[in-house]
């Protein structure tokens, strides 16, 4: 896909390249060429619209300063202080039209852990490819920027004060994102978080202003989630995550229960019927609302409480298979995660099992979930015995996010594996793409062949759901079920997909 220049975009590098010394110092020579090769005519011609053209190039170009800013290098776009130079150029003009600028930023989500996977090559190409359908997209009068990590564009002539179009307008832009991005033979889908900021938005004037805005309420969407978008407000002005000492913050936050597990559930393919739930860790901070956990974790395993938060999430997660118990609800199992410095704990097997018993919960029903790079990678015994004695206790174990490592044969028979998850990525998208279809066919032949259970992450659609149904998909888990929910939430959702066959006093939800 090639990107789009806007007509006036490029004809203001026109009037740059024109006017550069040495372009100017061969026009002499450029007119005395045409005048042999053509005539008189071509000298007159030269002689008068040259002139005009240069005039009417230098106004065009003195009225948009932002023009002689750089550029980057690898996508072409304005940087930070062309965009804030663009804004501050346009801002009159759209105040005569009673209109207003808006500012949009954007990051790529996941991006370093893309180009782990996939290497250089292909990050380049997704932010080189990223910024050509953004323009695409836009209108003639807007602009883009490259602002690392991700992007901004200006908007020209928004009306004031309508936040809902902005959104709008975000989820327009989220849906250039619905074509794959390919390197080679390579093919991966993405997501993108923004950040709105218009000037309604933002108390002081000027394009500095408000571009900080933009990339402020974007920093907050990232660390909300894949595809969340949020707007700005003067309130997130204040927040800075540096002014405090982060493993102090984490650790304050697991001992007050700020950090705690909200639930997913998984259903067998097209059925209401629930298999289990997976426990997720969510961060509710008293300033900037429920964080996500790709915006914690890797501070968690810096500051070393790793540990504590899988005591923390497993805990809860028993505590929240009671409690369905207790209502009549029929949940087989629930789903906890843990990293590779858990596994790396010698001792993790008699704690997971003294809290089993503690909990009066059968060993069946939790489901050990080990990351699928941490099975390809390791090579170290303690983690193999850990999985190996948790097997022996009794507990499930699942290969999560398959289809993205390298994991072998003996890897899956050697740690017992039960059942693979097969990643989000591959599951994207399936029902439209061949590409996507095959391979997700592929993984569960295997998974057939190996006589494991296979469960699909990450499914947002109803077509995605058919899709798997065909190919004989056993289970899925996703925003197309629901999403992540706290646990009074649950026993709500229960009562309404799959009640319980006990007759007892429906749960009222308080409003």
């Keep these: ?6 007509t006036g975009y490029m004809l203001l590098k026109l009037g740059r390249i024109i006017k550069r010394p040495y372009v100017l110092a061969c026009l002499p020579v450029s007119s005395l060429l045409a005048y042999w090769a053509f005539g008189e005519i071509a000298l007159i011609i030269i002689a008068i619209l040259l002139p005009l053209a240069l005039i009417a ?11 002689n800013s750089e550029t980057d290098e690898l996508t072409g776009s304005l940087l930070r202080d062309g965009l804030i130079a663009w804004v501050d150029n346009a801002a009159p003009q759209a105040a005569k039209a009673d209109r207003e600028i808006a500012v949009i930023s954007l990051v790529i989500d996941d991006l370093d ?9 292909m990050r380049d190409t997704v932010v080189e490819e990223t910024a050509n359908r953004i323009r695409g997209f836009l209108r003639e009068e807007d602009v883009i920027a490259r602002i690392n990590p991700g992007f901004a564009i ?7 004060p309508e936040t809902e179009i902005l959104l709008q307008l975000a989820r327009r832009l989220q849906s250039i994102f619905d074509e794959p991005f390919c390197e080679g033979p390579t093919r991966t889908y993405c997501s993108m978080s923004l950040g709105l900021a218009s000037e309604c ?12 805005g933009a990339q402020r309420a974007c920093e907050l969407a990232a660390v909300s989630g894949p595809g969340s978008v949020r707007v700005y407000s003067e309130g997130l002005s204040g927040i800075r995550a540096s002014d405090v000492d982060t493993a102090r913050e984490l650790s304050g936050a697991l001992e007050t229960g700020e950090i705690f597990a909200w639930f997913q559930p998984q259903l067998k393919t097209g059925t209401n019927v629930v298999t289990g739930f997976e426990a997720l860790a969510r961060w509710h901070h008293p300033e900037r609302g429920v964080i996500a956990p790709g915006a914690f974790l890797e501070d968690i395993e810096k500051a070393g409480l790793s540990q504590r938060l899988a005591e923390v999430i497993l805990k809860q997660s028993l505590t929240a298979l009671t409690a369905w118990d207790a209502a009549g609800f029929d949940v087989p199992s629930i789903s906890v995660n843990f990293s590779s410095e858990e596994l790396r704990n010698p001792r993790l097997p008699d704690y997971v099992r003294w809290e089993l018993d503690r909990h009066n919960i059968d060993p069946q029903r939790l489901v050990v979930e080990v990351l699928e790079s941490v099975v390809a990678a390791t ?3 303690i983690i193999s015995r850990t999985l190996n004695a948790l097997s022996q206790i009794g507990c ?15 890897n899956i028979r050697r740690f017992n594996v039960g059942r693979i998850k097969i990643d989000r990525s591959l599951v994207s998208h399936l029902d439209r793409d061949d590409a996507q279809n095959r391979m997700v066919s592929a993984l569960l032949a295997f998974s057939r062949e190996l006589k494991i259970d296979a469960l699909a992450e990450g499914v947002e659609t109803k077509e995605e759901v058919e899709a798997l149904k065909l190919l004989n998909c056993q289970e899925i888990q996703g925003y197309v ?3 992540p929910m706290p646990l009074g939430e649950t026993l709500l959702w229960l009562e309404e997909v799959a009640p319980p066959t006990s007759t007892r006093p429906k749960l009222r939800s308080v409003k």
């Design 201 to 212: 938005h933002v108390k002081g004037k000027g394009g500095a202003n408000l571009v900080a």
């Design 154 to 160: 200006g908007l020209k002539n928004v009306r004031a």
């Design 396 to 410: 499930r174990i699942d290969l999560d996010d398959f289809g993205t490592g390298y994991t072998s044969f003996i």
């Design 57 to 67: 190039l230098g106004q065009m170009g003195s009225s948009a300063v932002w023009l």
């Design 481 to 483: 079920a629901a999403r």
């Design 379 to 381: 090579s170290e015994d």
């Design 113 to 121: 852990n893309l180009e782990n996977r996939f290497g250089r090559a």
């Design 1 to 6: 896909m090639t990107g789009k220049m806007p």
